[in-house]
């Protein structure tokens, strides 16, 4: 498995990617999240050189960039792991465990000191607020993927096939 | 006719944009900290918040007033949210008032005050402090920031470009620069207005109060002092006397009892400058290169134009600014004729401006590796040097600036308001197009305050085609004009701050108040009008000044001394090129 690898070259910008979303999207402001959405799938984060050449094209001020980057929790500014695993947290799931399930996680792909990214970036681990399936609570995805009902256990068995087989459907 | 109600007294309604506007008309001072009459409505702080018959409680300042409204505005549930609105602005302020620079003048202090705020509900959490940016002459604190969004957006509307944004969401919302770079490297130009209209000390201008008491003190040094045009018209407003009276006299007076050995008048410079920039425009109009020419007085629009329309540099007159050409005059001829080496001599600018903290420090302006201004102070701290000195400023005596950089024509002296400096220059170039005195040296075509004016003079068989430009957004404006083909010119004047020096961000605070501009403005015009000579050229001091060590205007003495080059900047608003015979 060379991911390691695959992910040092996808954070090398491409210009011609910027420029064809541009071409696609426009650069009325309106088009700035679109925008974003389009970088965000493609590198899995907003790279800086990224938002520099946006905040050009749209004439928008790079720190109103900067801003709507970070307003929303869709956004990141930070490179992402291959594999982005969100543990909801909303109340449903909450109430049925999820917290333990969160814990497990993290020990078992080793994230310490408050970070959500593996340094292998392999990894990212994050909580969001209610996946809208509460009936399989508690629910985590692995990149769309739902895994419902899940137990410490049951978790720490995926993340092992995850490192055999990788993701089934990806 | 149309009225309303506030408090049960009819007002009639006038145009007013806002309920805000209207209860301000009928004499209630309703408290705002987010809201400025020359910038968009944001409706953050809640403290204009009035009670609206059938509407109920509502914020002032985005509430369009209509007839027939029934307004309260001091209710007890009004009273109570207002103040509760204060504490929790202050629950996460830091309130060291007594070592904050903006104490004093802090909007913030002064309405905790007015509504009696004497104890904290809500404790603050002291261990969540926030870095300050201290990389640059603006200190950025946002621990004692209210979220008001003000400098937000005067950088972006008034300036139009926006160093600032809110930035990350809810409780960890904060005002910050683009990927939290320090500000010093950023398109800042410092031009300093976020400060002065910050109602609190989140953002400051860095103190350089003790550096100058620190060489007034230093016997080793002959501290030479020069004073920006607009300084003599605003800070007797710090000593309770009204905007426009001109003081020149007393600061000078205030300034020798501190320690200065020299106090020149920087309007001398600005006399230079229009014998400088007129030749330079003429040989351009001959030459029909490099048209229009753009004034380059102003340091916050020289930055704007290395970072912004580097494609434009080579139009920017390659004048340097009054201030550093009176530094390269006293350091590198007037320090021989003292008998002087530049080191030993130390000079202090007294601006209006914050911009000018910047340009005295760039690499190009310093004589055998000594800067030629040394130190610059703005009006406001030495205003305050003045108290800190116990000296009572409005009852000092006058006395005249010293020579030979003191006499000074009424040209020089409205380099400090909008239009100013094309006025000076207008004053030689008619002259010089009919070679016939000017009899009437007003020029109204370029006087006004509105932020982007244009005129074209007919003066004998040539027509010039002038525009005179305040804040940045109106100087982009123009831009985009000239590179579409829309607009053409001859000169342009650009100044960064709204009204022009007058308006600077080193200025009292009172700064943000139009109608303190304007007062300003009127009493530069005054000076002008009262002094012995209005043309530069008729400067007599000027003209021993090129007898003695130019030689005339555009020679290559006067190049060496006066002029300058300009470089563009890179993404980083780094410069990347050296300076030119300096690889």
Known sequence: MNTVTEIVESTAVDPNFIASVLREMGTESAALIPILQAIQERYRYLPEEALVEISRALGLSMATVYGVATFYAQFSLEPKGKYVIKVCDGTACHVRGSLPVYDAIRRKVNLVDGRSTTEDKLYTVETVSCLGACGLAPVVTINDKVYGQMTAEAIRLIIDTLEQEGITDD | ?583
């Open chain 2, 1 to 583: 006719m149309s009225w309303l109600m506030v408090n049960g007294q009819s007002v009639v309604l006038n145009g007013e944009k806002s309920v805000l506007d209207v209860v301000r008309k009928a004499g209630i001072d309703l408290p705002t900290l987010c809201y400025h009459p020359e910038l968009t409505i944001h409706g953050a702080c809640r403290l204009c918040m009035v009670e609206i018959e059938g509407r109920g409680i509502v914020a002032a300042c985005h509430t369009p007033p209509e007839a027939g409204m029934v307004i309260s505005t001091n209710s007890a549930v009004l009273r109570r949210l207002r103040k509760m609105a204060l504490e929790l602005l202050l629950s996460r302020h830091d309130r060291e008032c007594t070592s904050c620079s903006r104490s004093g003048h802090c909007s913030l202090q002064d309405l905790s005050y007015r509504f009696g705020i004497t104890d904290l509900r809500f404790k603050q959490e002291h261990d969540k402090q926030l870095p300050i940016d201290r990389s640059s002459i603006i200190l950025r604190d946002p621990n004692k920031c209210i979220l008001c969004g003000e400098c937000v957006r005067i950088c972006g509307e008034i300036q139009g470009i926006g160093v600032y944004d809110f930035v990350h969401r809810g409780a960890k919302m904060v005002v910050d620069t683009a990927f939290g770079q320090h500000l010093a490297e950023t398109d800042c130009v410092h031009c300093g207005q976020c400060a002065a209209i910050c109602p609190t000390g989140a953002l400051v201008i860095k103190p350089q109060i003790n550096e100058a008491w620190a060489a007034l003190n230093d016997p080793t040094k002959t501290v030479i002092i020069q004073i920006a045009p607009a300084v003599r018209v605003s800070i007797g407003e710090e000593f309770n006397l009204p905007p426009g009276q001109s003081t020149m006299g007393q600061l000078i007076s205030a300034l020798r009892s501190m320690g200065a050995s020299k106090v020149f008048d920087t309007s001398f410079a600005a006399d230079i400058t229009v014998l400088e920039e007129t030749k330079e425009f003429f040989q351009r109009v001959e030459s029909g290169e490099n048209m229009p020419q753009f004034t380059s007085c102003c340091p916050a629009w020289v930055k704007y134009a290395e970072q912004s329309y580097p494609e434009y540099l080579s139009h920017l007159s390659s004048c340097r600014s009054p201030q550093q050409m009176l530094g390269s005059l006293v350091k590198k001829h007037y320090a021989k004729e003292l008998g002087k080496k530049p080191e030993e001599l130390f000079m202090i600018s007294i601006m209006p401006c914050t911009a000018k903290k910047f340009e005295a420090s760039r690499e190009e302006f310093t004589t055998s590796g000594v800067p030629d201004v040394d130190l610059v102070i703005t009006t406001q701290e030495l205003a305050h040097m003045i108290k800190e000195a116990g000296i009572d400023f409005a009852s000092l005596p006058t006395t005249p600036p010293d020579q030979p950089f003191g006499f000074v024509t009424g040209a020089g002296v409205i380099f400090g308001v909008t239009g100013g400096v094309s006025e000076a220059v207008l004053r030689l170039g008619y002259e010089l197009i009919t070679e016939q005195e000017l009899e009437d040296v007003v020029f109204s075509e370029v006087r006004g305050y509105s932020g982007l004016r244009s005129c074209e003079l007919t003066i004998k068989d040539r027509t010039l085609r002038l525009a005179v430009v305040n804040g940045l957004a109106n100087a982009k404006t123009l831009l985009e004009d000239l590179k579409s083909g829309k607009a053409q010119y001859d000169l342009v004047e650009v100044m960064a701050c709204p009204g022009g020096c007058i308006g600077g961000a080193g200025q009292p605070i009172t700064n943000v108040n139009r109608q303190v501009r304007h007062e300003r403005g009127a009493g530069l015009y005054l000076d002008d009008k009262a002094g012995p000579v209005q043309k530069s050229q008729q400067n007599p001091a000027v003209l021993e000044v090129y007898q003695k060590w130019l030689k005339e205007p555009g020679s290559a003495e006067a190049h060496e001394a006066l002029h300058t080059t300009y470089r563009e900047r890179d993404a980083r608003c780094k410069i990347t090129q050296p300076l030119p015979g300096k690889v």
